[in-house]
């Protein structure tokens, strides 16, 4: 099992990198819950602990309960989808939480345009109990998807970092912090057809050493599936056995 110690930013390490943000809220949480006591992020009521919203809102999340067991793509009933039969992408399983629908994506947009760190642990803890809830084995490592020094340097955090991190607590499995870097700064894949998408993340990752046999990757959100096929076809070539996809939410295109 390989286990990478360094920054968990899912990039190459760089003077700008910031310190892990995240490790700040295991020694304040209960100062601040004393101080202010939890609310939930979306209706603004009382919330039985940080980090979570309250049960109401919990419940009416858009849930993602049917999909293609390869990509997620919802509201598939078969194994997998016409699409993953023709083509199959170089990662083997996708699990999702959520469709990418209200109030989930501006859940997402705040966390990473808006820099509210503190929605990373509230996603996470639920993605951890619907992984931890399953029967299937456990991958021996996760990695999140990397983004370029240039990107980092921008925004500051990597929010797929900020969520593998939180997962790999709950659950208890090491994140490989250095195995993967961006090579090069590739352009937005929202703004960008399906075939350009595909053009744009050619090669663009890099995986510096030996992987473990059974990954995951972690990111927020899976629209095409492209830039997690890019990077479990790079896994794989350098010697994973098996790759799975772990998201926040999966957008139906």
Not at 12 to 36: K, S
């Amino acid at each position: 099992m390989q286990t990478n110690k360094g920054l968990d930013y899912g990039t190459d390490p760089t003077p700008c990198q910031p310190e892990p943000v995240m490790t700040v809220y295991h020694w304040t949480t209960r100062l601040q819950n004393l101080i202010f006591p939890p609310r939930c992020r979306l209706c603004g009521d009382p919330a039985a602990v940080a980090f979570r919203l309250c049960g109401a809102c919990e419940r009416e999340l858009p849930w993602h309960t049917t999909g293609c067991l390869q990509c997620a793509h919802p509201g598939m009933t078969a194994a997998r989808c016409g699409r993953c039969q023709r083509k199959p992408p170089a990662f083997d399983a996708t699990t999702a939480l959520f469709l990418y629908q209200p109030p989930v994506d501006y859940l997402l947009k705040r966390l990473k345009f808006a820099s509210e760190l503190a929605i990373a642990p509230l996603l996470a803890g639920l993605l951890a109990e619907r992984i931890a809830s399953r029967t299937e084995p456990l991958p021996e490592s996760l990695l999140a998807i990397p983004l370029h020094r240039t990107r980092l340097c921008e925004r500051g955090f990597n929010q797929a970092g900020l969520l593998a991190t939180r997962l790999g607590a709950r659950l208890a499995l090491p994140v490989a912090r250095r195995l993967c870097v961006r090579r090069r700064a590739t352009q937005p894949q929202s703004l960008l057809s399906p075939t350009a998408r595909r053009l744009n993340l050619r090669n663009a990752f890099a995986i510096q050493g030996t992987p473990a046999a059974h990954v995951a990757i972690v990111d927020d959100v899976m629209t095409t599936g492209h830039t997690a096929g890019e990077l479990a076809r790079a896994l794989k070539q350098a010697g994973a056995e098996r790759v799975e996809v772990w998201v926040i939410a999966r957008a139906a295109h």
